[in-house]
């Protein structure tokens, strides 16, 4: 789950650049980024590229824009991306993130959307696919674990993953789908464990020619130049475990002449919080598991 924003504007870009009391918008009257006279920043306020050198912004595009009371962030705040699409939409309620929160992709289409309270998500839950269709659709309890039926698809929008879960943890029957719709697997769990002797696996009944050949096919996940193992000299055979530069996992499983080829990949967004946990079966990608909270 890519999540690129509370972070940022929570910690904000704005104690630099200050050195008038306000600004005026360009080509309008309305002044704005005003700092009252005990120095605390009040009403709408507007990052542009200026204020953030370095970045991929010209200095008279729109960066960020909201509202101040009292010296802390209040209603709704907006984040760009350089392209002019809107990266992220935030309801902040006395200076920290309270309420409806969205993510977008940089194309525009949403890729996150729920309640976000106490820096966590609560309630209800989607993250989509790049290309619009819903990839999870969670239920958070008010700790911010899943509670109650969740559901994983597919990108095609068919359900990759149904089942329940109590206080974060697989609880009763899981389901899993190929993703022509058909049952894949029936397993049950108690508090996050599966019984092994309850699996179920059911094979396809469509089989497609070249969907077998694309998935042969399929590139092998790329390791990336920060990733490496605890200790000892890089060796990509065998079994390994990654590390970032933040030092959380990113592969655990095995290796073959320097390709991931078992196990499961970690991906982290900006801010380093989990998103997906991917998983690789003979160098190739065969669907996500699920992120414990």
């Given at each position: 789950m890519r999540f690129t924003l509370f972070l940022a504007l929570s910690l904000g870009y704005l104690?630099?650049?200050?050195?008038?009391?306000?600004e005026v918008l360009p080509n309008s009257t309305d002044t704005i980024n005003y700092i009252d006279q005990l120095g605390k920043k009040q009403g709408k306020w507007v990052l542009f590229g200026k204020h953030k050198?370095?970045?991929?912004?010209?200095?008279?595009?729109?960066a960020e824009e909201g509202a101040y009371a009292?010296?802390?962030?209040?209603?709704?705040w907006m984040e760009y991306f350089c392209n002019g699409n809107t990266k992220n939409?935030?309801?902040?309620?006395?200076?920290?993130?309270?309420?409806?929160?969205?993510?977008?992709?940089?194309n525009g289409k949403i890729e996150e959307e729920g309640q976000w309270k106490n820096n966590r998500w609560v309630g209800n839950f989607k993250q989509y696919y790049d290309n619009g269709q819903v990839q999870h659709e969670f239920k958070f309890n008010a700790a911010g674990k899943r509670e109650g039926v969740q559901t994983y698809k597919y990108e095609n929008g068919e359900v990759a993953v149904q089942g329940n879960f109590i206080d974060g943890k697989e609880a009763g029957l899981i389901k899993e789908f190929h993703e022509n719709g058909q049952l894949k697997a029936e397993k049950k769990y108690n508090n996050g464990s599966v019984d092994v002797a309850s699996i179920k696996t059911f094979e396809s009944t469509?089989?497609?020619?070249?969907?077998?050949?694309?998935?042969d096919n399929a590139p092998k996940i790329a390791i990336k130049a920060d990733e490496k193992p605890a200790k000892g000299p890089l060796v990509l055979n065998g079994k390994q475990t990654l590390?970032?530069?933040?030092?959380?996992?990113?592969?655990?499983?095995?290796?073959?002449?320097?390709?991931?080829m078992d196990g499961k990949a970690?991906?982290?967004?900006?801010?380093?919080?989990?998103?997906?946990?991917?998983?690789?079966?003979n160098g190739i990608y065969v669907g996500d598991s699920p992120i414990e909270n």
């Amino acid at each position: 789950m890519r999540f690129t924003l509370f972070l940022a504007l929570s910690l904000g870009y704005l104690n630099t650049y200050l050195s008038q009391s306000y600004e005026v918008l360009p080509n309008s009257t309305d002044t704005i980024n005003y700092i009252d006279q005990l120095g605390k920043k009040q009403g709408k306020w507007v990052l542009f590229g200026k204020h953030k050198p370095n970045t991929c912004y010209t200095p008279s595009q729109k960066a960020e824009e909201g509202a101040y009371a009292e010296n802390r962030k209040t209603g709704i705040w907006m984040e760009y991306f350089c392209n002019g699409n809107t990266k992220n939409k935030v309801t902040f309620v006395n200076g920290r993130p309270n309420g409806y929160a969205v993510i977008f992709h940089e194309n525009g289409k949403i890729e996150e959307e729920g309640q976000w309270k106490n820096n966590r998500w609560v309630g209800n839950f989607k993250q989509y696919y790049d290309n619009g269709q819903v990839q999870h659709e969670f239920k958070f309890n008010a700790a911010g674990k899943r509670e109650g039926v969740q559901t994983y698809k597919y990108e095609n929008g068919e359900v990759a993953v149904q089942g329940n879960f109590i206080d974060g943890k697989e609880a009763g029957l899981i389901k899993e789908f190929h993703e022509n719709g058909q049952l894949k697997a029936e397993k049950k769990y108690n508090n996050g464990s599966v019984d092994v002797a309850s699996i179920k696996t059911f094979e396809s009944t469509e089989k497609i020619a070249k969907k077998v050949e694309a998935v042969d096919n399929a590139p092998k996940i790329a390791i990336k130049a920060d990733e490496k193992p605890a200790k000892g000299p890089l060796v990509l055979n065998g079994k390994q475990t990654l590390y970032n530069k933040n030092k959380q996992v990113t592969k655990d499983g095995l290796f073959k002449d320097n390709r991931f080829m078992d196990g499961k990949a970690y991906i982290y967004n900006e801010n380093g919080i989990l998103t997906q946990v991917a998983v690789y079966k003979n160098g190739i990608y065969v669907g996500d598991s699920p992120i414990e909270n």
